[in-house]
Structure formats: structure tokens, C-alpha cells
């Protein structure tokens, strides 16, 4: 070993040394933890004077920005623009038998608080005095305030004064402007006397005086008198004994100028204005706090608070955790692989710092690559049957036995990589988890297994002998169980979504593995349970599974350290709850960083004391489970504050709104002061819905346009251990209907939408009636337009046709007489082709008129304007065909029925209009066809039309309408007297037929 190197060696020694002798928790005290709130905080000034937590729960402060009330997480402030409140300056708190609370003021004032309401008392009341230190109450209920020269009694009615020269054995106040305290005393031959609750009492016989004269006293919160002596040291009067506290015990030799408090724990605190610190004395151990406390309070949930005179408020705490850390560069803060021999050693692998060891001795070996290390990046710690430490880095694995460093046999080479767990059976055979497999070893022999013999993944990340044989190996993709030589994989098919497994542990018959992303996984014969931050964990990453003995897993991630119930996380798998409650420890509990390290193994300890250590980016935290404070159930749950369509609400009043107040937002919270931001709220509104609404740790919540009814609205909590609260905060709110749901205005508008559904029947009934009427003279109509077509066609066939034929029959007859002249034969001959001819063509204008054959020959179009050029030639009217091609947009019934409405509008116009000029046009637009017919006649008004043009007409336009509607149509009529006619029609879509 060179120079160079031993230098070294004995200053990192030295350095872990005196560090581990500081900070053991075997030797060290217990270290003090402080959590400050000041006006950054919602504190509204920095002085608090006094302390208070009333039944409630609430913790009450005394500053000289207001009276202020503290939950545990947020502070509410009541000043000067609080009714009622007519002081900011408070000095000092009291809570009396009935649950008032009571605040004093600088400028003598009584502030009195009850039901949610304050009042204060002043000169107008016959308050007279300044300076209210403290406040008391007899055991008849009245109320004693004590100043700088006066002490009153108050029992509600009026206040009485009573000065020093007043009071017996002569117990006078302290002569002292600024005095805190407010206790007046006296010492004669008979002893020490004070006022306390309006009674001057013997407090201390004069036997029991202490030798060296008395500075002061004060009054603690439990009623116990502290002498402070002008010597150094004070004396504790009442209690459980009398004790003195002297400056052998570790208080200043100078008269004590600050509150003195016991804890229920034993553990004295004395605040020494001199030196500004605030001293806790415990088994003989002294600790300061550089603070100047005016006053100390504990609570009922063992929380000790400080009030200062700049500072704030603090709170003080054993800490949870301590860290073991190293001034020898940061990389020997970065902690993976921890172990604790079988002789007491205790060694520490770091990243990039290599190899720390601190004997039972309390002798420190740092061992690095000058000392032999492959590297000084460390990946796993075993110690072998023979007490061997084989130490695995980045590059390999070695022996270390004292500072000797010499290589581990490795003949295949299997080895020579990052080697991140290594485990050893009792029949000698060495497993190490690598990047390139699980190799074995044992006596002289080796093998591996890989992802070709069915390993989810060649990166091994940790092992587990479980108590039934089974070798469980976690991979970066999944869990193995080798079993007989044989693997069974668990991965992502199976439902195993982890990334990479970094911890193994065995308890209750389960097999618990946690992963780098994917959370905690409990696997059983039943099947695979995962538990991630949905069912309550803390983080998805869990570094370690430590188990403390106690039925608690013990599990560091990225977000600090986690404790978790094990009964929990089985009523979980199990399908009896469904979340955990994890205690989560970080940078309040006292730890450096909240990044713990895992994935190199061994990645956690527990010691032979019951603590846990758990490697972090910053250090070894060491957590003491002892020193955990645990809420004993769910705190009280209160509404503090209820806001109607916006609007502040008196929450001491029934609530009930009227139909137009149906928005309704309120606060809640639950006073503790264990690990208050941890608390958990539930609500829901009864008659509304009646399952309860999961908040986390939100304390306000909102219903917006609520119908009228009667609601509950219950509010209960939970300090994180899943017992939720058994009596939850209430309050009923009714929401009165409008007027119009009420019973009367229901009764009567029944009675109108009664008579209106009489009127509705019967003028329905006339409106049937009229359309019946209607549709009669309608189909009268249809069939007298009938009977004209049948007698016009009849008329046709006999008139026209009929006589041509009988012609014909008649010359027919003639050309067979044999008897004729063959000139007249010839003759008749001649005029029977001429006859049969026209016959042929009186034929085709009856059937022209029943069914327009051209539609099939030339098509629509062409057929429409064949009708209008007949119309033209036959009645002298100038109309003119405007026709585009639409054959492709209709089939033949389609086609009819446009042709019929066209025929319809011209005959129309031919027998009504009187008109000279007359257009009809048809256009297509896309798949839509718009067809217009236009005259310049007489025109008519379309509401007057059965009046002023008859029924024949009236049923044109009818008709019109008619096959307009069966062709998917809309048809329109624009037509005024005198102002010619014209009517549209608008198909759309229309739909190919035939």
C-alpha cells in the first residue's frame, strides 16, 4: 500500500469515525426536529404569545396581527374586520370549563368567543385595566384576568377590580413591564404564596424553600409552578413531585427568563431568553433549539409547540429519520448496497466511492481501486458460510477479508460484468443475478441460465430462497421461480406489468416482489396482485421490502420512504378494502433527498436495534420506527364555511333557500397535527345521491342548480390509517320550490290545463269535423272530375270515334256490294282508307289525353314541349317551353307525375287565367329538379279561391298539390287580382325509379 494511499485510508477513517460516533443511533440523542410557520406560511405577524387548543380540536394563537385558529394546514385569521373583534393585539388565550374561548389583549380588552360569534368587553363594560396577561376560571365559573396592576373577576354580568395592597399576604405583580407570565406571589416566614384563579394560597411552605432566592414563577399549562431561582436552576412545585432542575442538569446559571414546560414524556423545555435558546433536557441529555420562545404548549396529540418572539410558531419532533453521510466527496453519499455481517461490520457500497466499513471497533475501512476494487462502483455485498465479504462491482467480483482485496475464481468468464445480486445456499452453491444471466457456482462447478432457457430477461436484478426451496429471481422484464431445475415466469401475458423487479421479500405465505415503475406485487396460489399508487401507494417505485417485525414492509422509491401495513395490503388482495394507507417519511422527517437507491442488493437493513437503513442519493437514512408518531383515529371533522350563489352563509342559522339559491360551495376540515396534510376527506349530500364523494385531500366542495328538496350534506375524514370518522359533520339545507311547484298554484294550473284540454278536445273535434267536411266535398270533387274525364272520353268515342267507325262501315259495305259500278267501288274505297286514317288519329288524341305514350318515345322534355306547342297552335297563346333534359333524375312514375303537373298548370291557365303570354320551365339542379309555370292573366287571391273561381279550379291547384307532396315536392302558389299567376315546384331529393 502506498503513502499516498494509507493518507487516505486514515482520513476517510477519521471522517466516518467521528461520524458514526456523532450520528449511531445507539450513541447519539435523540436529534430535534422543527417545523416553523410564519407569514409566509398565512401567519399574519411573526410574534405568537400564547397557545390554546380547545375541544374542538382547533389549536388558538395569541399574535399581535390578530386571534388565529390553526388546523394543522391552513391558518384563518380574525381581525379587526371580523364582527365582534375589537383588538388585533392578542397576549393571551383560555379556554373555560363551558367551552368559551376567551382572549386577552395588550390594550385590556376581553374578547369573548362562543357559538361561532365574538364579543368584546372594554371600558363601555367596565373593563378598566391594560395589559391582560392570563385568564383563569374558578371552580364557580368565574372568569379571573390578571394585568400588570390589577386582578378582575368576571362573572358575566359586571367586572370586579381588585389591586395588590387589596389582596392577602401581599402578593403583588411582577415588577416588570414586559412580564410574560402574570403570576403574583410573595415569600414570607410561612412560605411561598400566589394568586392563582383569584385565591392567594401557600404554594410552598417555608421549609421546603429552596436556599437561593426565587427570580420568579410562572404557571405552566397543566397548573404547575416552576420557581425560577436567581441563582441558575428551577424548582418544580406540585405535579407528581417536587423536583429541582439545577445546572449540573444542563440549565444556564443565570435566572431563567423564559417558560418552563414538562411533557408528559418527562422531557423538560425551558426557554432562556438570555442565551435565545429554547433547551430540552431528556435522560440526561441537554439539546438547544436557537429560538426565543415566549410560551410551550403541548397538545392532546403529544405535539409540542413553540411560540416566539420573531420566528413564529414551531413545532418540535424527535426526527424519524437521521443520515449517515460522508464530507469524502459525493459520490460516497450515493449508497446502494448495504450489510451487516455476523461480526458487527457494517459495510456500505457507494457509486463511485467505492467500499466503506466500519467495524465493531468503530474502526472505518475505505477500500477504492487503489486498495485492489476492479471498481468503485459497487453492485452487491455477500458474506459467504466462512464470513467472507465478496464484494461485486461494475467489473467484476472480489473477496475482501480485512483490507486484503484478491479475485474471485471465474473461469468462464460469466463474471466479468455488472453482477447486481448475489445469494448463497446452505449447500455452498453461489448465485449471482448479472446482466447476462443467473450463473452458479459450486464446488468447482458452474452454469447459467439465460432468457433461452426461459428467463423473462438475461439482466438479473435480484434473488429470493423462499421457505418452501423455490429460487424466485427478478429480472428486468419479469419474475422467475426456478424450481427443480425448471423455470416458471411470471411477465406482462401473465399480468406482471413491472419493469424491473429491485426487491424480493417472503412473508405470510406470499411472495412480494417490488419493481422500478410498476409498483408492489403480492403473488399467491390464488394468483397476482398489483398495488400501485391507484390503490394508495405512495410510488410506483419500490426499492425495498424490509420487513420490521412489527407486520409493516418498510420501502424506499423516488418519493421518500414508505411504511406499509401488511394486513392492509392483504385486505386488498383479498378483496376486502380497497386501498392502503401508507406513512410516508421525507425531507420533514429529516431525510436529505427523497430519491432512494435500489436495484444493487443488499438494498436496505434492519439492525439488531429495530432500526431500518435504506441507501438514498444523499446518504444512509436510518429510520427509527419507535420514534413514529401514528394518529390513534380519525380527527374531528368541522364545516367551517358555507357560500350560497357566491354569497357567505351563516352556518349557526337553518339553512333554507328559496328556488333561486341552488348553488351551494362549503368548506370543511379536521384539526390534527400528526401528519395533518395527509388527511382524507369523504362527503356526499343525502337526497341528492346517497354515495359518498372520494375528495383526497381537498377541504371544499360545490353543488351547482340543486332541485328543490330537503338535503343532509355529511362530511367525515380519515388520518391515512383507513378508520374514517364515526361521527361525521352535518348540516341539513332545504331548497323551497318556486312558486309555481308549490301545492296551490299545482291545484289550480291542473284546474286551467284541465278546462284548456276541454276547449283542446272540443275545438279538436271541430277542426276533425271541418277536415271531414273537407275531404267529402274533396272527394265529391275528385269523383265529379272523374265522371268529366269518363263523359268527356265517352263524348270523344262516340262523337268522333264512334261516327268514323259507323262511316266506315258503311263504305266497307259499299266496296263488298258486287252489285255497285266499279267506279263507285273505287270510290268508296278511296273514302274508307281516308276514314280509317282519321280513326287512327282520333284514337291517339283519347289516348294522348289518358296516358302521354311519347314519354317512353322522345321523353319528358321533348313530350312537354309537344304539349305546349299543341297549346300554342290550338288557343293562339304565346307560352314558350323552357326545358332541360331531366330524364336521367326520374323513372317513368316520376316523369308522369311532372307531366301531369305541368298538363294540370297549362290547362289551368288555358281555361282560367285569360291570359296572352304563359312560360313553363323546368331546370335540374344537382339530383333536384325546380319547375315553374308562369302566366300574365287575371291572377287571384290563393285564400279567396273556392269563392272567387270555383271548384274546378280549387281542384287543379289541389291536384297540383297532390302529386307535388307524392313526388317528395313542395309546391307554392305567388298570385294576387290582376297580377298574373305563377306556380313553383321544388323536388329534392328525387330518387330514381323504375
Not at 468447482?444 to 426461459?454: I, K
Not at 298570385?975 to 323504375?994: D, F, K, N, R, Y
Amino acid at each position: 500500500m502506498t503513502s499516498d494511499a494509507g493518507n487516505r485510508r486514515f482520513r476517510c477513517t477519521l471522517a466516518w469515525l467521528c461520524l458514526m460516533l456523532a450520528a449511531s443511533p445507539a450513541v447519539a440523542p435523540a436529534q430535534i426536529a422543527t417545523d416553523v410557520w410564519t407569514v409566509d406560511n398565512g401567519l399574519p405577524q411573526n410574534s405568537v404569545y400564547d397557545i390554546r387548543q380547545t375541544r374542538d380540536g382547533y389549536l388558538w394563537l395569541a399574535t399581535f396581527g390578530g386571534l388565529v385558529r390553526f388546523d394543522g394546514v391552513r391558518f384563518v385569521t380574525f381581525d379587526r374586520t371580523t364582527p365582534g373583534i375589537g383588538s388585533l393585539r392578542i397576549r393571551s388565550l383560555h379556554e373555560d370549563a363551558g367551552g368559551t374561548l376567551w382572549a386577552g389583549t395588550e390594550d385590556g380588552q376581553l374578547i369573548q368567543y362562543r357559538d361561532g360569534r365574538f364579543r368584546t368587553f372594554g371600558a363601555a363594560d367596565g373593563l378598566n385595566t391594560e395589559y391582560i396577561l392570563r385568564i383563569e376560571d374558578d371552580a364557580g365559573g368565574a372568569l379571573w384576568l390578571t394585568s400588570l396592576t390589577l386582578t378582575i373577576r368576571f362573572d358575566g354580568q359586571r367586572f370586579e377590580a381588585f389591586r395588590p395592597g387589596e389582596l392577602p399576604r401581599g402578593v403583588r405583580p411582577v415588577d416588570r413591564s414586559g412580564s410574560w407570565r402574570g403570576i403574583w406571589w410573595s415569600q414570607d416566614a410561612e412560605g411561598l404564596h400566589c394568586l392563582i384563579a383569584g385565591h392567594v394560597r401557600r404554594c410552598l411552605p417555608a421549609s421546603q424553600l429552596p436556599g437561593g432566592p426565587v427570580a420568579d414563577i410562572s404557571l405552566d399549562r397543566r397548573g404547575t409552578l416552576w420557581l425560577h431561582l436567581a441563582t441558575g436552576g428551577a424548582v418544580r412545585v406540585g405535579g407528581r413531585e417536587e423536583r429541582a432542575y439545577t445546572v449540573a442538569d444542563g440549565l444556564p446559571s443565570h435566572p431563567i427568563e423564559g417558560p418552563i414546560f414538562e411533557a408528559v414524556d418527562g422531557t423538560l423545555w425551558a426557554g432562556d431568553a438570555t442565551s435565545g435558546f429554547l433547551l430540552r433536557m431528556r435522560r440526561g441529555v441537554v439539546e438547544r433549539i436557537a429560538t426565543r420562545a415566549i410560551c410551550v404548549y403541548e397538545d392532546r396529540e403529544g405535539s409540542l409547540w413553540i411560540g416566539t418572539t420573531e420566528t413564529g410558531l414551531r413545532r418540535a419532533r424527535a426526527r424519524v429519520v437521521s443520515m449517515l453521510t460522508s464530507d469524502h466527496g459525493p459520490s460516497s453519499n450515493n449508497v446502494y448496497a448495504l450489510l451487516h455481517g455476523s461480526n458487527g461490520t457494517v459495510s456500505t457500497g457507494t457509486w463511485g466511492g467505492g467500499l466503506i466499513r466500519r467495524q465493531p471497533d468503530g474502526d472505518t475501512i475505505v477500500l477504492s481501486t487503489l486498495e485492489g476494487l476492479p471498481s468503485p462502483y459497487i453492485t452487491s455485498l455477500l458474506e459467504d458460510r466462512s464470513g467472507r465479504l465478496l464484494v461485486a462491482t461494475s467489473a467484476g467480483v472480489v473477496i475482501v477479508s480485512e483490507s486484503h482485496v484478491s479475485p474471485l475464481p471465474d473461469p468462464e468468464g460469466w463474471l466479468k460484468t455488472s453482477v447486481w445480486v448475489m445469494h448463497e445456499d446452505d449447500d455452498g452453491t453461489r448465485w449471482f443475478g448479472t446482466q447476462r444471466g443467473l450463473a452458479w457456482q459450486r464446488a468447482g462447478r458452474a452454469g447459467r441460465y439465460t432468457s433461452a432457457d426461459g428467463l423473462p430477461h438475461d439482466e438479473v436484478t435480484a434473488l429470493l430462497r423462499s421457505a418452501s426451496g423455490d429460487l424466485w429471481i427478478g429480472t428486468r422484464r419479469g419474475l422467475s421461480r426456478l424450481r427443480d431445475g425448471r423455470l416458471t415466469s411470471y411477465t406482462e401475458a401473465d399480468g406482471f406489468l413491472g419493469n424491473q423487479v429491485r426487491a424480493l421479500a417472503e412473508h405470510g405465505g406470499a411472495i412480494w416482489a417490488g419493481t422500478y415503475d410498476g409498483g408492489l406485487y403480492r403473488l399467491t396460489e390464488n394468483g397476482l396482485t398489483q398495488f400501485t399508487t391507484a390503490h394508495g401507494l405512495h410510488d410506483n417505485g419500490v426499492f425495498q421490502l424490509i420487513d420490521d417485525g412489527q407486520g409493516h414492509f418498510w420501502a424506499g422509491g423516488n418519493r421518500g420512504i414508505a411504511r406499509l401495513r401488511i394486513a392492509e395490503l392483504e385486505a386488498v388482495a383479498n378483496g376486502r378494502s380497497d386501498a392502503v394507507h401508507p406513512l410516508v417519511l421525507g425531507l420533514q422527517d429529516g431525510m436529505a433527498t427523497l430519491e432512494c437507491n435500489g436495484g444493487r442488493h443488499p438494498n436496505g437493513l434492519r439492525m439488531p436495534d429495530g432500526t431500518v437503513w435504506i441507501p438514498t442519493q444523499g446518504g444512509v437514512a436510518v429510520v427509527d420506527p419507535s420514534r413514529v408518531r401514528d394518529a390513534t383515529g380519525p380527527p374531528p371533522v368541522h364545516l367551517e364555511a358555507l357560500r350560497i350563489n357566491g354569497r357567505p352563509a351563516d352556518l349557526d342559522r337553518p339553512i333554507e333557500l328559496g328556488a333561486d339559491e341552488d348553488t351551494l360551495a362549503f368548506d370543511y376540515t379536521a384539526p390534527t397535527f400528526v401528519r395533518a396534510a395527509d388527511v382524507r376527506f369523504r362527503y356526499r349530500l343525502a337526497g341528492l345521491h346517497e354515495d359518498w364523494v372520494e375528495a383526497g385531500t381537498r377541504r371544499t366542495a360545490a353543488y351547482h342548480q340543486l332541485p328543490p328538496g330537503r338535503y343532509r350534506l355529511e362530511v367525515v375524514a380519515t388520518s391515512g390509517n383507513g378508520q374514517w370518522s364515526a361521527n361525521p359533520a352535518a348540516l341539513v339545507v332545504v331548497i323551497h320550490a318556486p312558486f309555481w311547484r308549490q301545492a296551490w298554484f299545482q291545484m289550480l294550473a291542473g284546474a286551467g290545463v284541465m278546462g284548456l284540454a276541454i276547449l283542446f278536445v272540443l275545438g279538436r273535434a271541430e277542426r276533425l269535423k271541418r277536415e271531414r267536411d273537407h275531404q267529402r266535398a274533396y272527394a265529391r270533387q275528385l269523383i265529379d272530375a272523374q265522371e268529366r274525364e269518363r263523359r268527356r272520353v265517352s263524348n270523344d268515342l262516340h262523337d268522333s270515334l264512334g261516327q268514323t267507325l259507323f262511316m266506315i262501315r258503311q263504305h266497307a259495305r259499299a266496296v263488298a256490294d258486287e252489285a255497285a259500278p266499279a267506279g263507285a267501288r273505287g270510290a268508296a274505297a278511296g273514302t274508307l282508307a281516308n276514314l280509317a286514317a282519321r280513326a287512327t288519329d282520333e284514337m291517339k288524341e283519347i289516348a294522348h289525353a289518358l296516358t302521354p305514350y311519347q314519354l317512353d318515345k322522345i321523353g319528358l322534355a321533348g313530350t312537354l314541349e309537344g304539349m305546349v306547342r299543341r297549346v300554342r297552335e290550338a288557343c293562339g297563346l304565346e307560352i314558350v317551353a323552357d326545358i332541360e333534359p331531366i330524364d336521367d333524375l326520374a323513372g317513368p312514375d316520376t316523369r308522369i307525375g311532372i307531366y301531369r303537373i305541368v298538363q294540370e298548370g297549362v290547362n289551368n291557365i288555358v281555361r282560367h287565367a285569360a291570359a296572352t303570354e304563359a312560360v313553363v320551365r323546368v331546370r335540374r339542379h344537382g339530383r333536384a329538379i325546380d319547375i315553374e309555370i308562369w302566366d300574365n292573366g287575371v291572377g287571384f287571391s290563393p285564400t279567396d279561391l273556392p269563392a272567387d273561381r270555383g271548384p274546378s279550379a280549387g281542384l287543379g291547384l289541389t291536384t297540383m298539390q297532390e302529386r307535388a307532396l307524392a313526388l317528395n315536392g313542395v309546391l307554392q302558389v305567388q298570385s294576387a287580382p290582376g297580377g298574373g299567376t305563377t306556380v313553383t315546384v321544388h323536388l329534392e331529393p328525387l330518387i330514381q325509379q323504375g
